[in-house]
């Protein structure tokens, strides 16, 4: 979900709209963007990942508004290193994340089925019908919510979750606490995101159910990152993981930060199948805003692996269509769609054209 968002009267910047962090972070800024920030100090950043602590410059009593919306005394970190490359990955110009700031002073609905943030002031809004609720609880800023999960062996388990409305992924658990869900035998290795500090490897596997309240999502793909990337941020919150933005966008919801309530309903999306990323091809833009793409990351063991897909190989066709006039969407799509009929891919390599084959037939 991506927020115009002005800075100090600035021109409008695009964030993503992110629960996961507790505060605004700068990760890109193009010539045309002129922000004034006073900076003070320099800090270290820290979240999910195998890598090093990212330093940012902090800047303090900044002025943000979205819409109508304005808040004062706003923290802004900006990023020294952009390991994100949120325009390249996305195909659309981003400059950064906003955290859940905006959050705490208003009521925020979430519509996905309108593509729409709205914000109300809490006092005397009535909730639409059909919405469900949920108590959430507040910690260290952030959103948590109990939701119900049932194992391959029938077990029913109550999890405490992360929300995070900027986790590009249906959910994720740790699995090496006593009441950690099991990681299925069946499953698919891969990359699962980046973090704060640095990537997230781990594993993809479907669970049986993952229920909010009474409404209940089955054959859910969900990861399982290696422990080692969220050992330590697991601990000190005392989580079993994070619902993402791909399960929370099969509902409309309003989030009530000052009661400290959760409400939902599902919309068109809710009973679409899940999916995951089989090829295993991860990409990104040459040159942000120009349609033409190269392989970021090929997984291990993965049908593109096994193919001959490298990094750095620039996608040209695929099942014989042009990728040039084509979003990134479009193209992450064909990775994800399961078929009895390989993948044709057409590839530029070192100023040659290579004509592949991946198996797309799903492993989950």
């Known amino acids: 979900m991506i927020v115009k968002v002005k800075m100090?009267?600035?021109?409008?910047?695009?964030?993503?709209?992110?629960?996961?962090?507790?505060?605004?972070?700068?990760?890109?800024?193009?010539?045309?963007d002129v922000v004034s920030l006073s900076y003070v100090n320099e800090i270290n950043l820290q979240g999910l990942g195998s890598g090093t602590d990212l330093n940012a410059f902090a800047s303090y009593n900044n002025v943000i508004q979205m819409g109508r919306v304005k808040l004062n005394n706003q923290n802004v970190y900006v990023i020294k290193e952009d390991i994100f490359n949120l325009s390249k990955h996305t195909g659309t110009k981003i400059n950064g994340l906003i955290?859940?700031?905006?959050?705490?002073?208003?009521?925020?609905?979430i519509n996905y089925t309108y593509k729409q943030i709205n914000f109300y002031l809490n006092d005397g809004f009535e909730f639409p019908k059909g919405y469900r609720k949920l108590p959430i609880s507040i910690e260290s800023k952030k959103m948590y919510v109990q939701l119900s999960v049932?194992?391959?062996?029938?077990?029913?388990?109550?999890?405490?979750?992360?929300?995070?409305?900027?986790?590009?992924?249906?959910?994720w658990f740790q699995t090496f606490t006593a009441n950690a869900i099991h990681l299925p035998q069946k499953n698919v290795e891969g990359r699962i995101g980046q973090g704060l500090n640095g990537e997230v490897k781990g594993k993809f596997a479907r669970i049986p159910q993952?229920?909010?309240?009474?409404?209940?999502?089955?054959?859910?793909?969900?990861?399982?990152?290696?422990?080692?990337?969220?050992?330590?941020i697991v601990i000190s919150t005392k989580r079993d993981g994070t619902i993402g933005s791909e399960l929370l966008s099969r509902f409309n919801s309003y989030f009530d930060y000052k009661n400290k309530l959760f409400y939902f309903k599902p919309n068109a999306s809710f009973k679409n199948p899940f999916t995951y990323n089989i090829a295993g091809i991860e990409i990104e833009q040459i040159i942000p805003f120009i349609p033409q793409t190269e392989v970021l990351n090929v997984w291990k063991n993965s049908p593109a692996e096994k193919a001959g897909v490298q990094i750095g190989d620039q996608i040209m066709e695929l099942n014989g269509n042009r990728t040039f006039q084509m979003q990134m969407g479009e193209i992450k799509n064909y990775f994800e769609k399961p078929s009895k009929h390989p993948l044709s891919i057409t590839l530029m390599r070192g100023g040659k054209e290579i004509r592949l084959k991946i198996d797309m037939n799903s492993k989950l």
């Open 99 to 109: 955290g859940v700031d905006f959050f705490e002073d208003y009521l925020v609905e």
């Open 8 to 32: 100090n009267d600035s021109k409008p910047l695009n964030f993503i709209l992110d629960s996961g962090v507790r505060n605004i972070i700068i990760t890109e800024l193009f010539p045309e």
């Open 210 to 232: 993952i229920c909010f309240g009474e409404f209940c999502l089955s054959n859910t793909i969900v990861a399982f990152p290696d422990s080692a990337d969220i050992a330590e």
């Open 150 to 171: 049932l194992e391959n062996d029938s077990i029913h388990k109550n999890v405490k979750m992360l929300i995070d409305t900027g986790a590009e992924l249906n959910a």
